[in-house]
């Protein structure tokens, strides 16, 4: 399984752009990005997921360059309410018997006004 | 109509004990998971299951165990609870395709478990 870095944590203001980004040189090639949030006394909740150059949605967009060892999560204009811990994780399909995944420590986002 | 849902919330005992944490999905998905999240809130999983065979971490202690009653329950016993044990647990669902990507996955609202 593919280990993931992320920083620790990060600071911005409300309206800036934020992005974050994921270290994982041992990616596999069936091997997708995913980006969970996590809000404090609840759940994961999932972002975004990619596989490889851009994907884009109403919340986020997911850049993965050419070598895909390295993703990054922008998160446009934040609010407070984007304030949470966000978890990049690295895995093939789970319709692979015997895969399981692992979050990293995750990057605890702090937005200030 | 929350799609995934846990009991209880919150589960204070002692040492010793034997307890169990329910998680039901209404999503109709056929696999399901258990994570814990320890202090330093790293999520790690525990158990992935669906109706055709159990994933077992292997780091996991034989002291917990998944049992399903049916495709849309998995409920998590835990025997012998050990100081170690206090964190909180999520259970997860989510739909094994064959599309070849990553399933995406339903989180509970966890069950903060103490142990004293």
């Known amino acids: 399984l593919a280990k993931t870095t992320q920083p620790i944590s990060m600071d911005s203001y409300e309206g800036q752009e934020v992005n974050i980004t994921c270290s994982h040189n041992?990616?596999?090639?069936?091997?997708?990005i995913t980006w969970y949030q996590q809000f404090p006394s609840q759940g994961p909740r999932f972002i975004i997921q990619?596989?490889?150059t851009k994907v884009t949605n109403e919340v986020a967009s997911l850049f993965i360059p050419a070598d895909r060892k390295s993703s990054t999560l922008s998160l446009p204009r934040v609010s407070l309410s984007d304030t949470a811990v966000y978890y990049c994780?690295?895995?093939?399909?789970?319709?692979?018997?015997?895969?399981?995944?692992?979050f990293g420590g995750g990057t605890r986002l702090m937005v200030k006004p | 109509d929350t799609a995934v849902s846990q009991t209880p919330k919150y589960l204070v005992t002692q040492m010793g004990n034997d307890k169990s944490i329910k998680c039901e999905q209404n999503?109709?998905?056929?696999?399901m998971y258990w994570y814990k999240q320890d202090s330093k809130k790293f999520l790690k999983i525990m158990f992935s299951?669906?109706?055709?065979?159990?994933?077992i971490n292997e780091t996991v202690p034989n002291r917990f165990s998944p049992k399903s009653p049916d495709k849309a329950h998995l409920n998590l016993h835990i025997n012998s609870l050990e100081l170690g044990d206090s964190a909180v647990y999520f259970c997860?669902?989510?739909?094994?395709?064959?599309?070849?990507?990553?399933?995406?996955?339903?989180f509970g609202p966890g069950t903060r478990l103490l142990v004293l």
């Open positions: 041992n990616i596999a090639t069936n091997d997708y």
């Open positions: 990619g596989y490889k």
């Open positions: 999503l109709g998905h056929d696999t």
């Open positions: 994780l690295v895995g093939p399909p789970l319709n692979n018997a015997g895969n399981m995944l692992t």
């Open positions: 299951y669906n109706n055709k065979e159990l994933i």
């Open positions: 997860a669902s989510s739909q094994v395709g064959t599309s070849g990507r990553l399933e995406t996955q339903y």
